[in-house]
């Protein structure tokens, strides 16, 4: 199993402010999700990211791939409390590898 | 919307007993997952199938077994339940998609189960 290296694992922060969460992997893979979970319900899609140098942004949400298709940043700008929640990101087709996930606690 | 129903939210189970979790989805895919999920160990996957009557191991089937009668079923089972089985178990399924995948899964909300 190719492993997925999410940083930071925990992040606490005011309301308003900017932050941005990485995930990481020692060989390249050809897409990747990143999916929030929210507690108490399971994890959703957020976005697919398939070319290197892709930048998909969703409203304050902006998604990376890097160049070399290893490595992927999720990048919020002014964070909300409704942002609260686990971030994963995960690898592979059709079954999906995921990384340990970035909580993320955004305080009113 | 995809609707995955997983049978139970909360589930408390003595060692050794055989548990059963389930899991419908609404949406006619021919893939289904089980994971379960720990504190800073992400989601790891237990078993797949892609079909009726098929399932494959995935990096943790150790205690585990899954059946898959019909599309739309697919049910874990935990045949002697120990405690290191106390855990979130989060049900997923997904379309099949073209040659690159890339499809995204659908989970359930989860179910929590404690063994004692």
């Known amino acids: 199993t190719q492993l997925l290296e999410q940083s930071p694992q925990f992040l606490s922060i005011q309301e308003g402010e900017n932050l941005t969460v990485y995930c990481n992997s020692s060989?390249?893979?050809?897409?990747l999700q990143w999916y929030r979970q929210e507690p108490g319900e399971g994890p959703v899609l957020l976005v697919t990211?398939?070319?290197?140098?892709e930048v998909k942004k969703l409203k304050r949400l902006t998604f990376q791939f890097g160049d070399a298709r290893k490595d992927s940043s999720l990048h919020i700008t002014a964070a909300q409390p409704g942002d609260t929640g686990l971030y994963l990101c995960a690898r592979g087709a059709q079954k999906l590898v995921f990384g340990q996930g970035t909580r993320l606690t955004i305080n009113p | 919307d995809v609707k995955v129903t997983q049978s139970s939210r909360y589930l408390v189970k003595r060692t050794g007993e055989k548990v059963f979790l389930e899991c419908v989805q609404d949406m006619d895919h021919e893939n289904m997952f089980w994971y379960r999920q720990d504190p800073g160990l992400g989601l790891r996957l237990i078993y797949f199938s892609y079909d009726v009557k098929m399932k494959e191991k995935g990096d943790i089937p150790e205690g585990y077994s899954v059946s898959r009668e019909k599309k739309e079923r697919f049910s874990l089972i935990l045949e002697s339940a120990s405690t290191n089985q106390t855990s979130m178990y989060l049900c997923?399924?997904?379309?099949?998609?073209?040659?690159?995948?890339?499809?995204?899964?659908?989970f359930g909300d989860g179910t929590r189960l404690s063994i004692l």
């Open positions: 997923a399924s997904s379309s099949p998609g073209g040659r690159g995948g890339n499809q995204p899964q659908h």
């Open positions: 990211v398939v070319t290197g140098g």
């Open positions: 060989s390249v893979f050809s897409s």
